[in-house]
Nanobody
Framework: QVQLVESGGGLVQAGGSLRLSCAAS???????MAWFRQAPGKEREFVAT????????YYADSVKGRFTISRDNAKNTVYLQMNSLKPEDTAVYYC??????????????WGQGTQVTVSS
């Protein structure tokens, strides 16, 4: 069983930065860790993913060059550094653990989500 707890969301002006954290507990060493987001009235969409071992990463085109996913194995924590934020980045951000990929169906475990709001 894997438990995920996100933190770090908040309100920021356009152009600003936030860093989200996802603290994981349980057997996470074999899973890819990912971030998804869901804006009001929209489907959940892939943001970034990172293999727990090996460090391979993959980003959605909409965030490439602005967001960075990383992890601290010692702390069992995954981060999402978000720079140059835009109003369209406003969403609830979810951490997930599962199979490497960009589809939500490939991830078995989910956190409760953290709200990110970017004002114009």
């Amino acid at each position: 069983q894997v438990q995920l707890v996100e933190s770090g969301g908040g309100l920021v002006q356009a152009g600003g930065s936030l860093r989200l954290s996802c603290a994981a507990s349980g057997r996470t060493f074999s899973y890819a860790m990912a971030w998804f987001r869901q804006a009001p009235g929209k489907e959940r969409e892939f943001v970034a993913t990172n293999r727990w071992s090996g460090g391979s990463t993959y980003y959605a085109d909409s965030v490439k060059g602005r967001f960075t996913i990383s992890r601290d194995n010692a702390k069992n924590t995954v981060y999402l550094q978000m720079n140059s934020l835009k109003p369209e980045d406003t969403a609830v951000y979810y951490c997930a653990a599962g199979t490497w990929g960009t589809e939500a169906s490939g991830y078995e475990y989910w956190g409760q989500g953290t709200q990110v709001t970017v004002s114009s």
